[in-house]
């Protein structure tokens, strides 16, 4: 596997994606218990934007970096407060420079009492994730496949918590290994909440995924969906979309409310969309 993250860090699917995965661990933090967060596929950690990677492609200028200049609506701005609260935290001086990937956003929105696991195979992005969180008694790194997890480390000894999966898509059918990691999961922690994120290339192959998770008879299941432009015959990455399982009941509103503020400030023309649908359970789409 030779993915590397940097060129994309802080792309519009990285806001997404990370707007979402905070709404649910502040969630969490409503309870008193302690709840641990497992993420199966971490990356580095922290990415630099000044990078000849992150510069290359240039990415996050679309996504991190209008979404920091916008000024929202109250209650859009409070919902993405504890997202970009970490992405402001990361970069003091106020200059945009360092964007956090998932591992870090929620070892920042951690209490004292919450754990975190940050799993990682390639070598050099385990290298660097180990080195960020070193000496952290809140935090464990582990260099492995992130597929393995989903038996190995599921379900955490607190009970409580998030498995959040998020892999490169990089090789054939990892949206069937997304489909069996979820069912493997969800059979030895039903009562866990798992949130998947997936590109919006192929519109036949996320379809076919959606059927997919809904024949696992999983009892439910949330999809949120952005595209910053409309569909063109080429496959590129026009949106990204999170499954949540489980989620936290004020989760679907939350989304309503950010999806569209999102869509309005990452939009590249006028067919760009969000959705927010149940797949299984609650009021699920006829």
């Given at each position: ?50 990078s000849e990677r992150a510069q290359k492609t240039g990415e996050w ?65 385990h290298a660097a994730l180990a080195a960020r969180f070193a000496g ?83 009892p439910k299941i949330l999809d949120a969906t952005l595209t910053i ?58």
């Amino acid at each position: 596997m030779n993915y590397d993250h940097a060129y994309h860090a802080g792309n519009f699917a990285d806001v997404v994606k990370h707007a979402t995965l905070a709404r649910i661990v502040d969630y969490l933090k409503r309870k008193d218990q302690a709840f641990r967060v497992i993420d199966t596929h971490a990356g580095s950690g922290v990415y630099d934007l000044g990078s000849e990677r992150a510069q290359k492609t240039g990415e996050w200028r679309g996504g991190i970096g209008r979404v920091l200049d916008t000024g929202f609506r109250p209650e859009v701005a409070e919902l993405l407060a504890p997202y970009l609260d970490c992405v402001r935290a990361l970069n003091p001086d106020g200059a945009l420079t360092r964007y956090p990937g998932s591992p870090e956003i929620v070892r920042r929105l951690l209490r004292d009492r919450d754990r975190l696991l940050a799993i990682e195979l390639e070598p050099k992005a385990h290298a660097a994730l180990a080195a960020r969180f070193a000496g952290d008694y809140q935090t464990r790194v582990l260099e492995l496949d992130g597929w393995l997890a989903l038996g190995a480390h599921v379900p955490p000894k607190e009970k409580r918590g998030l498995v959040i999966v998020d892999p490169p898509f990089e090789i054939d059918n990892e949206f069937g290994r997304m489909v069996d990691g979820l069912k493997r999961a969800h059979a030895r922690w039903p009562g866990g909440v798992c949130a998947l994120w997936y590109p919006i290339k192929d519109f036949d192959e996320v379809r076919r995924f959606r059927t997919a998770l809904t024949a696992t008879g999983i009892p439910k299941i949330l999809d949120a969906t952005l595209t910053i432009r409309a569909s063109a015959d080429i496959p590129r990455l026009d949106g990204s979309g999170m499954i949540v399982v489980n989620p936290p009941y004020t989760l679907e509103q939350e989304l309503r409310i950010m999806l569209p503020a999102l869509r309005d400030a990452l939009k590249t023309d006028d067919g760009a969309k969000w959705s927010v649908d149940w797949l299984a359970g609650e009021t699920r789409p006829a």
